[in-house]
């Protein structure tokens, strides 16, 4: 089984540029995350999706940052414009439920460095 | 609130020596579920275990080996006879409603030959 997939790998722009991510989940996962896991710190939510709707973005700066799972499979994450502390590693992950309890796989991540 | 707290920021073993990472967490909500996550330096996170709220039973697998007690609201993770292949950054999470893993900081562990 194929596990989440990730594009680009790496990442490197000028601040107030623009930068997009994608994600494709695992095959019949309905429940989409993307987090934000900044050097050295755990990974914090940034948007969490329920099939092509908006479960969470309670953390997600709204002013830079969108994203959208528009046919319910894979997603888009999009920074603009960029700030230096945007510079992170930018984490998807998938699970088959939403709830409590359901166990996320994640894909390799994004790395981003914003100059 | 929600939080967890891995007060260790780095281990450092030889190999062959048994390790335990620290694991403590804050919840109000009386049904949770706590997770272990293994980042080895490629970066995907990888599922180690989950435990609910309910069950209090230590578990072993293989070489690993998780301690979970409510009344002091730890959730450890013991490796025996580490090996080098150990080596990477594990995170312990909490997750109640809606399914969102708050993180801890995780802890790096370093094994040597």
């Known amino acids: 089984e194929a596990g989440v997939a990730q594009s680009p790998r790496y990442k490197i722009i000028e601040k107030r540029q623009s930068v997009a991510f994608w994600c494709n989940p695992i095959?019949?996962?309905?429940?989409l995350y993307w987090y934000q896991q900044i050097l050295g710190q755990g990974p914090k939510l940034l948007i969490q999706?329920?099939?092509?709707?908006?479960?969470?973005d309670s953390q997600l700066p709204k002013d830079r940052f969108s994203a959208e799972r528009l046919k319910g499979v894979d997603s888009t994450l999009k920074i603009q414009p960029a700030k230096l502390e945007d510079s992170a590693v930018y984490l998807c992950?998938?699970?088959?439920?939403?709830?409590?309890?359901?166990?996320?796989?994640f894909g390799a991540g994004t790395r981003l460095s914003v100059l | 609130a929600q939080k967890v707290t891995q007060a260790q920021t780095e281990i450092s073993v030889v190999e062959k020596e048994d390790v335990t990472l620290d694991c403590v967490y804050e919840?109000?909500?009386?049904?949770?579920?706590l997770f272990w996550y293994k980042q080895p330096p490629s970066g995907e996170l990888v599922f180690l275990i989950r435990?609910?709220?309910?069950?209090?039973q230590n578990e072993i697998s293989g070489r690993y080996s998780w301690n979970f007690q409510k009344s002091t609201s730890s959730f450890n993770f013991t490796i025996t006879a580490s090996q080098v292949v150990d080596s990477a950054v594990y995170f312990c999470?909490?997750?109640?409603?809606?399914?969102?893993?708050?993180f801890g900081q995780g802890t790096e562990l370093s094994v040597k030959p």
């Open positions: 992950a998938s699970s088959l439920v939403t709830g409590a309890g359901s166990i996320q796989y």
């Open positions: 095959s019949g996962h309905a429940t």
């Open positions: 999706f329920q099939n092509n709707g908006v479960v969470d």
């Open positions: 919840t109000r909500d009386t049904t949770y579920y």
């Open positions: 435990r609910n709220s309910f069950d209090e």
């Open positions: 999470a909490l997750s109640s409603q809606g399914g969102k893993l708050i």
